[in-house]
């Protein structure tokens, strides 16, 4: 069983739906492994469907936005036995498929979005596209001249240049549709890699799009918005905490750095490739130990390590550029020059890497189960002055999942509201060694974390006791730097914020020796609070 094929026969359950099939299964990342796994243990494909074609799921809607993927994406040859194939995924896994393989926003409602094993909402869609475009430029570097023998329409020289995978260009080609090679004001167009051109069909073209909507100065609303099911795990409504949220949702840029970084993974993986099911499992599995391998976790990270901002800056540009020539009656890109168009994808890379890529990855409430808020909270006037650093104690052992760090979070709130009679968890946020965040009282709420100084400062706490050890360099770095800087960016924090440990202002051991001694290297700690 071909990855590429398996990767087809789900994207073509789209093109086949079971009217009146039984109730879908639950909408969570194990669900889609496991559709691939049914599909890897049960269906005979052959090489030649191992063009898994992602441009038939945007085939099925109307929608123009999907031209690009049509392009860039090779299309897969037709295959007869499809059908029989498909019949042969569970009616509840096909169900699943065809709810969440399109992703999609409606009245503040987010569709096409699944829970994945680390806790964070992932779209499937750019997570397929991402596959699909790493199958293919696998496929393409390693037998050529099969991609050559591919057919194309030689009349149109914009569907060659587009259908053509960029691997195979070199600079003088790939420039061809840029126009002659137009350069972005500040910097030279440059080859454009494999990871390249997975970012420009997973992410870029939403990133550019969205962003040309706006004003020019202005982020669109709601870049990075969370959002919340029905239920703690496996609810089926999936509600954006901005309702006004654009597509660039926490879900889309989650799904799109996880198909450009498994698409990554494929194209450069050596034959035998990967069953797809295994990779997914991996990459989305339980238990990282700080560790910012190979995992979801760490998506953000592994993204920034992957590329540059000039290089996606370029990448956002050159879709844009493509997409106005594949479709000239584009209301956003009518009569946009390239320059605009440049000067529109370097915002918007801008903002993206310095709103969300550079940002810590912070669980919402609703994602851990919170109790509600007792009474009423009061509000923060922001920006604050002050950070204090605190470790929870207990639980003692640093959590490594979100299944751990959730259990934690519920724990400490429990114990926080019913034994100290406190309204809510007294952190304002609190710090996993699974790579997230996890909200508490958040930005805007008063917490009760530092006596006598809640109202000045936010209160982040590490999970475990760090009187003997340190927590994980991925965790240390998030409150350090990571945190900080961006709410300093955000308007809630102060630029020249002061640092304290608990211990400076409570008599408290918090947040214990070997953390306090390396708080007071770090930028912006202070000896006392005045
Ligand atoms: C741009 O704005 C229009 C009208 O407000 C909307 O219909 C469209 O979906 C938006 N496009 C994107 C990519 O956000
Ligand atoms: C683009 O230019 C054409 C011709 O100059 C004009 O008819 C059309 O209204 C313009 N479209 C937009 C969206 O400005
Ligand atoms: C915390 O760590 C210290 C030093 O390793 C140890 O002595 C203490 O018992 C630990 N406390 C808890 C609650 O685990």
Redesign the pocket.
């Known amino acids: 069983m071909k990855a590429g094929g398996v990767l087809w026969i789900l994207l073509q359950l789209l093109l086949w739906p079971q009217p009146g099939t039984a109730a879908s299964s639950p909408p969570v990342m194990d669900s889609v492994i496991q559709a691939l796994e049914e599909l890897e243990q049960k269906v005979l494909v052959t090489e030649a469907s191992s063009t898994a074609s992602a441009w038939i799921l945007s085939a099925r809607s109307s929608s123009p936005h999907n031209s690009l993927h049509q392009h860039l994406l090779r299309k897969a040859p037709s295959h007869n036995t499809m059908e029989t194939d498909l019949h042969s995924l569970s009616p509840e896994l096909q169900a699943l498929i065809s709810e969440v393989a399109q992703h999609d926003i409606q009245d503040g409602q987010e569709y096409g979005v699944v829970l994945a094993p680390d806790g964070s909402a992932v779209a499937v869609e750019p997570l397929l596209v991402g596959l699909e475009a790493g199958l293919q430029a696998h496929s393409a570097a390693n037998s050529p001249l099969e991609c050559l023998a591919m057919p194309c329409d030689a009349s149109d020289t914009l569907t060659n240049t587009g259908a053509v995978w960029p691997g195979l260009m070199d600079a003088s080609t790939s420039a061809s549709f840029t126009d002659g090679g137009a350069t972005l004001p500040n910097g030279k167009a440059k080859t454009p890699t494999t990871v390249d051109r997975l970012l420009a069909v997973t992410l870029g073209r939403d990133l550019g799009l969205t962003f040309l909507n706006s004003s020019q100065a202005r982020s669109p609303p709601g870049l990075g918005t969370e959002g919340c099911w029905n239920q703690l795990s496996a609810g089926r409504v999936f509600t954006l905490l901005d309702p006004k949220a654009s597509r660039l949702t926490v879900a889309f840029l989650n799904g799109a750095l996880d198909g450009a970084l498994l698409g990554d993974h494929l194209s450069r993986a050596s034959k035998p490739r990967p069953r797809l099911s295994c990779l997914l499992k991996e990459y989305y599995g339980a238990g990282v130990a700080g560790d910012p391998k190979f995992r979801s976790n760490f998506r953000r990270q592994n993204v920034a390590a992957l590329t540059s901002v000039p290089t996606l800056a370029q990448q956002v540009w050159e879709a844009l550029v493509l997409l106005q020539r594949l479709e000239p009656g584009h209301p956003q890109l009518q009569n946009k020059s390239q320059e605009e168009l440049a000067q529109g994808a370097t915002f918007a890379t801008k903002e993206f890497t310095e709103t969300f890529l550079g940002c810590p990855a912070i669980l919402p409430r609703c994602r851990w189960g919170a109790a509600p808020y007792r009474g009423n909270p009061t509000p923060l006037r922001l920006p604050l002055g002050f950070l204090y650093v605190h470790h929870t104690?207990?639980p003692?052992p640093p959590c490594t999942t979100f299944q751990r760090c959730a259990a934690n979070m519920r724990s400490m709130q429990r114990f926080h509201q019913n034994e100290r009679h406190w309204n809510d968890i007294g952190y304002s946020f609190v710090v996993g060694s699974d790579g997230y965040v996890y909200e508490g009282r958040g930005w805007h709420w008063v917490g009760a974390h530092t006596r006598g100084h809640n109202s000045r400062g936010f209160g982040v706490a590490f999970v475990g006791?760090y009187?003997?050890s340190l927590p994980s360099d991925t965790a240390l770095n998030t409150v350090r730097d990571v945190l900080p800087s961006c709410a300093i960016r955000a308007g809630h924090l102060q630029p020249d914020y002061k640092l304290l440990g608990h211990r400076q202002l409570v008599r408290s051991d918090c947040p214990g020796d070997a953390l306090f001694n390396l708080l007071r290297t770090w930028p912006h700690f202070v000896e006392a609070e005045n």
């Open positions: 104690y207990v003692a006791n009187t003997g």
